[in-house]
């Protein structure tokens, strides 16, 4: 008689979810070379293609980069800063607060939005603390080469997710060894490689939310492409290759024609020797006796001349054309990108050659606002052991993506203030001034503060003239007395 021990789910993967994994993976894998290509032009590692004519073999090593793709991912990312997480009633925002700050998120928004940018797409994972009830939840920004997320276009929500990484510390584990966390709608495993070949489950977090705990982050979306896509598109490719190429052209010019080349006529041999006789080298001879001939036997005076220098100004003009291409794929002004005229642009010209950029920048903040708001309902969720009233909305606050003068500023809330649009002392009033999220709080801190001491002086006034009609009536009191005892 044999008996037939199940395995237990705690340590294994079912088959269900071995072929969940294998098809995620096969998917991360497969769009890595992409990522890692947008990384590349990012960090200007990338290989240039070299066409193989004006380029010598001897300077193959030279590696010329231009930092473009940088620039113009950083400009965007710079104007995204995420401030606040606020409930749209109203309500008191200090869980929201309280749950922010524990996860740092307000410096690691940043991180998460430049690879959405760089990538094309980040995700949020969102899970339990580790130590204890009291812990809040963890709200981590995760990149794609490391993660991805199956989509369910029609309900517009994530259906699984994996995430592949080096293993983390309170694992026993290798220096070299991987890790897999796969999310489900109600438990999220965390496996680690066995010797067998497969996977074996250290942890099972049930949490049976319903939903996967991942959101996506995703950058220029479309109907048929809800992965997003980079902001280095291959249009910034191109033109950076062009310019680097250009660049590389400029360095070889320099090498070759930067001395300009000199020619000598009718002169001797004994011109090109030194004075034992041995021949002198190239640069030697250039910069030695070249003003210094002899005549020849005739009395003649070798002629000496000199070709035209090499002209770097075509070379620049190119790089210059290509600048003001990468700025309209970018949305810059050409000034950002080194591309200055002789006459320079007023400030009224150079706020509307950043319009498009403000625009873009909106965009984003809309965009990726909707995918922190569902990793911070998701965090309240896990926190509460029950979702938020759908009826209750979470808000993002950010800085003001355009750049107006604080003067500006200023003057529109105050016409406003005193149209009787806003209330003064409203924290919208505030917010449209150009105030932080930080300095309004201490403002209303200190307006508290004011409040309480202007009604505790009305109070003690109050008091003290109370005192003072006591005491005016009680001698009043007394002589009135006195006569009637007479």
């Known amino acids: 008689m044999t008996l037939s021990i199940p395995e237990l789910?705690?340590?294994?993967?079912?088959?269900?979810?071995?072929?969940?994994v294998n098809l995620l993976r096969a998917d991360m894998l497969r769009d890595r070379w992409a990522l890692q290509l947008r990384d590349a032009y990012f960090n200007g590692e990338q290989l240039i293609r070299d066409l193989g004519i004006s380029i010598p073999p001897q300077l193959k090593g030279l590696h010329t980069i231009i930092g473009w793709p940088r620039v113009g991912v950083?400009?965007?990312?710079?104007?995204?800063?995420?401030?606040?997480?606020?409930?749209?009633?109203?309500?008191?925002?200090?869980?929201?607060?309280?749950?922010?700050?524990?996860?740092?998120?307000?410096d690691e928004s940043s991180l998460?939005?430049?690879?959405?940018?760089?990538?094309?797409?980040?995700?949020?994972?969102?899970?339990?603390?580790?130590?204890?009830?009291?812990?809040?939840?963890?709200?981590?920004?995760?990149?794609?080469?490391?993660?991805?997320?199956?989509?369910?276009?029609?309900?517009?929500?994530?259906?699984?997710?994996?995430?592949e990484c080096a293993a983390d510390n309170f694992v026993e584990s290798g220096p070299e060894e991987r890790m897999l966390v796969l999310y489900l709608p109600d438990q999220t495993v965390m496996c680690l490689p066995s010797q067998s070949g497969g996977w074996e489950v250290v942890d099972r977090d049930i949490h049976n939310l319903g939903v996967v705990p991942v959101v996506r982050m995703a950058n220029r979306q479309r109907t048929a492409d809800r992965v997003g896509r980079s902001e280095?598109?291959?249009?910034?490719?191109s033109i950076t290759d062009a310019a680097c190429r250009r660049l590389m052209g400029m360095e070889v010019a320099a090498e070759f024609f930067g001395a300009p080349q000199r020619y000598i006529l009718g002169a001797s041999e004994s011109a090109f020797q030194d004075a034992e006789g041995n021949a002198l080298d190239a640069w030697q001879t250039y910069i030695g006796r070249m003003l210094g001939l002899e005549r020849d036997e005739n009395g003649d005076i070798p002629t000496v001349g000199q070709f035209p220098a090499h002209d770097p100004s075509g070379m620049t003009k190119i790089i210059d054309l290509y600048a003001r291409i990468m700025s309209a794929q970018f949305g810059l002004p050409p000034?950002?990108?080194g591309y200055t005229t002789d006459n320079p642009a007023s400030a009224d010209a150079i706020r509307s050659t950043e319009a498009k950029l403000v625009k873009r920048s909106e965009r984003r903040i809309r965009r990726f606002g909707s995918a922190w708001q569902q990793a911070m309902r998701l965090a309240l969720w896990v926190r509460d052991g029950e979702p938020p009233e759908k009826t209750r909305r979470i808000e993002t606050v950010w800085r003001n993506p355009a750049t107006p003068t604080v003067a500006a500023q200023v003057d529109a809330t105050v016409k406003l203030v005193q149209a009787g649009v806003l209330p003064p002392d409203s924290d919208v009033t505030l917010e449209m001034a150009g105030f932080t999220e930080g300095q309004r709080q201490r403002i209303a801190v200190d307006r508290r503060r004011a409040a309480a001491a202007t009604a505790g002086g009305a109070l003690m006034d109050r008091l003290a003239?109370?005192?003072?009609?006591?005491?005016?009536?009680?001698?009043?009191?007394?002589?009135?007395?006195?006569?009637?005892?007479?």
């Open 335 to 337: 000034h950002m990108l």
């Open 232 to 237: 280095i598109t291959p249009e910034v490719m």
């Open 112 to 163: 998460a939005h430049l690879d959405a940018l760089v990538y094309g797409r980040e995700y949020l994972a969102v899970g339990s603390g580790d130590c204890g009830d009291d812990c809040p939840p963890l709200i981590s920004a995760e990149s794609p080469l490391d993660m991805t997320l199956m989509w369910d276009a029609r309900l517009r929500m994530g259906t699984a997710a994996l995430r």
């Open 74 to 106: 950083e400009s965007l990312e710079e104007r995204l800063d995420l401030e606040a997480f606020r409930w749209a009633d109203g309500a008191d925002s200090s869980d929201l607060a309280e749950i922010a700050e524990a996860n740092d998120l307000y």
């Open 465 to 486: 003239r109370l005192d003072r009609a006591g005491a005016e009536q009680a001698p009043a009191e007394q002589e009135t007395g006195n006569g009637d005892d007479l």
């Open 9 to 20: 789910p705690l340590l294994h993967l079912s088959d269900d979810e071995l072929a969940l």
